[in-house]
C-alpha cells in the first residue's frame, strides 16, 4: 500500500503524548493539541533545551527514558529527531495513571455533600490553627458517594500539610469536560485544589494512600495540592 | 436538654464542626485534659446516642456491634484500641490524652483539641458562678451568708480543684461556732493520742487565734491588749507555733 499520499498530520495532531517541532533557533514551528496545553506550565525555552539536550549526535531519531513533570503532567521519557539543520522535533511519552491497586469498597460509600465535609474539616484546621484562609467553593456541587471517614481523615492530613503557611487559598470546583472511569461507569471529576506559599510534606505518603483508597488522584506540589475526586452516583 | 456554655472560639469550632457532620458516618475524638467538659460537649451535641466508658472493653464492644452512634469516653483506657472497626458508624470519644498517636490517627476522622479551663478563663467564671449557686443550694447557704468576690479560683485540676475549693471556701465561711465546735470534736475523737495531747492540740486553737489576731490588728502590743495576755506571753506563743 502507497502510505505516502495520506496526511499523518491529524494523528499527530489529536496524539495524547505533547510533540513540539522547533526550528534551529527554538522558534516554535508546530504543536499539537496536547503540547498547546502543556506550554500553559512550562516555557518554551526550556522544552527547547531539553530537546537539544537529549538529540542525537547526528541525523535520526533517540528516545531517552527520564522523569519530567510540570503540574499534573508526568512524562517518563522523550524522543528527540531531526532530519537536517533546521528542524528538531520533541515527543514526550505520558506516565500512565496509576490504577488504584485497591477494589472501591462500595459498602462504604454514603452519598455525601463534599461541601460540608470540607467545611467540616476547616472547623477542625481552626481549632488549632489561625492561618488566613480562603475559600472558594461551588455550592451546586451534586451529592455524591464516598467513604466518609476515609475521605475526612484525607482532608485533615491535606489541610494539615498547610498548617503554617500564609494565605491559603482553598478552591472547590467540577471540572468540565473531564472524566474517570470507575467501575466500568464514566464519572465526572471534582477538584480541590489548596495552594499556599509553601507546605509541610511529611505526611505525602499518608495522603497518597488514602487518596488511593478512595480512587482520588492526588498532586503534590510545593506550594500545592490538587485532588480530583470522581463523582460516583 | 443538656446545656453547653462556651466564650473558647476553639470550641466553638469543634461545635461547628460536630454540627455539620452530625448526619455523617464519621468518626471524631476530643482530646483534653480531665474534667474540663468533654463528656458534658458530647452529651450536648449528641443527647440521644448511647454512651459507654473506655474502662469496660465489654461494653465497648457490645456496644459497637448494637449501636451505628455511639459515645466512647476515656477512650484512652481501652486497650485493644487497634482492633476496633468505626466502618460507617458515628463515633464520638473522648479522652484525657493521646496513647498511641498513629492509632488515634488510623481511627479518627476528625480529631480534635479542647483547651483546658486554664486557656479559658471566661468560661472558668460562668462554670466558678455555677458551681456556687450549686453549692449554696446544696449548702443550705444565703446569699448574705458568704462575700461571693472572695471566693478562690483553683483550676489545678480544672473544674475538680474549682468546685473543691468553691465548696470548702463556702463551708468555712458559713460554719458558726457550734459547727466549729463540732469539727473539732470530730477531728479530735479521731486523732488524740499519746501523752502531751493537751499541749499539742492546745494549737488547734492558740494557732489561729493569733494568726487572725495579728492579721487584724497588726502589731503585737495592740494584740496582746486584746487577747488580755502579757506581750511576753504572745511572743513567746508566736515563736512556739512558728508564726512569722
Keep these: 500500500m502507497n502510505t505516502l499520499s495520506i496526511d499523518f498530520q491529524p494523528f499527530v495532531e489529536w496524539d495524547n503524548s505533547p510533540f513540539v517541532l522547533f526550528s534551529n533557533q527554538g522558534k516554535i514551528l508546530y504543536l499539537n493539541n496536547a503540547a498547546e496545553i502543556l506550554f500553559g506550565y512550562v516555557s518554551k525555552q526550556e ?25 499534573s503532567f508526568n512524562f517518563y521519557a522523550v524522543t528527540v529527531g531531526y532530519e537536517n539543520e533546521e528542524h528538531i522535533s520533541i515527543r514526550f511519552y505520558n506516565t500512565p495513571r496509576v490504577k488504584p491497586s485497591a477494589p472501591l469498597e462500595s459498602g462504604k460509600l454514603m452519598t455525601t455533600d463534599i461541601n460540608i465535609l470540607l467545611e467540616a474539616n476547616i472547623a477542625l484546621f481552626k481549632t488549632k490553627n489561625s492561618n488566613k484562609l480562603q475559600l472558594l467553593t461551588d455550592q451546586d456541587i451534586p451529592s455524591f458517594k464516598i467513604d466518609q471517614n476515609n475521605f475526612s481523615k484525607l482532608l485533615r492530613k491535606v489541610l494539615d500539610a498547610f498548617r ?44 497518597r494512600m488514602l487518596a488511593n483508597q478512595s480512587h482520588i488522584s492526588v498532586l503534590l506540589k510545593e506550594h500545592v495540592i490538587k485532588l480530583e475526586i470522581p463523582l460516583i452516583q | 436538654m443538656e446545656q453547653f456554655f462556651t466564650k473558647s472560639e476553639q470550641i466553638q469550632n469543634i461545635i461547628k ?52 452512634e455511639l459515645i466512647i469516653t476515656d477512650f484512652e483506657k481501652l486497650n ?78 480544672n473544674s475538680k480543684s474549682l468546685k473543691k475549693v468553691i465548696y470548702e471556701h463556702l463551708m468555712i465561711h458559713s460554719m458558726d461556732k457550734q459547727s466549729i465546735e463540732e469539727a473539732v470534736y470530730t477531728y479530735l475523737l479521731e486523732h488524740m493520742e499519746g501523752n502531751n495531747a493537751y499541749k499539742e492540740y492546745l494549737e488547734l486553737y492558740e494557732k489561729p487565734l493569733i494568726e487572725a489576731g495579728l ?11 486584746i487577747l488580755g495576755i502579757n506581750r511576753n506571753t504572745l511572743r513567746k506563743k508566736i515563736h512556739e507555733h512558728a508564726i512569722d
Design chain 1, 47 to 71: 522544552l527547547y533545551d531539553i530537546a537539544l539536550a537529549y538529540a542525537p549526535q547526528s541525523f535520526g531519531y533517540k528516545t531517552t527514558t527520564l522523569t519530567l513533570s510540570y503540574d
Design chain 1, 164 to 207: 503554617s503557611s500564609d494565605s491559603i487559598n482553598i478552591s472547590l470546583k467540577l471540572l468540565i469536560g473531564e472524566h474517570v472511569i470507575i467501575l466500568d461507569k464514566k464519572e465526572p471529576i471534582v477538584q480541590l485544589s489548596i495552594e499556599a506559599n509553601g507546605r509541610y510534606n511529611d505526611a505525602d505518603a499518608e495522603i
Design chain 2, 17 to 68: 464542626g460536630f454540627n455539620l457532620t452530625k448526619t455523617l458516618f464519621v468518626s471524631s475524638i476530643i482530646i483534653g485534659e480531665a474534667n474540663i467538659g468533654k463528656k458534658s460537649l458530647a452529651r450536648y451535641l449528641f443527647p440521644y446516642s448511647h454512651l459507654v466508658s473506655g474502662r469496660n472493653q465489654q461494653e465497648v464492644e457490645a456496644a459497637l456491634e448494637e449501636y451505628d
Design chain 2, 80 to 157: 485493644n484500641q487497634e482492633s476496633l472497626d468505626f466502618d460507617n458508624k458515628r463515633i464520638i470519644a473522648t479522652a484525657n490524652f493521646i496513647g498511641n498517636y498513629t492509632t488515634i490517627d488510623n481511627l479518627f476522622a476528625f480529631i480534635y483539641t479542647m483547651p483546658s479551663l486554664k486557656e479559658r478563663h471566661e468560661d472558668a467564671l460562668y462554670i466558678k458562678e455555677y458551681f456556687i449557686k450549686e453549692a449554696q443550694h446544696d449548702l443550705l447557704l444565703e446569699e448574705k451568708d458568704f462575700n461571693l468576690s472572695k471566693v478562690p479560683m483553683d483550676l489545678s485540676t
Design chain 2, 215 to 225: 492579721k487584724k490588728y497588726g502589731s503585737q502590743l495592740q494584740l496582746s491588749q
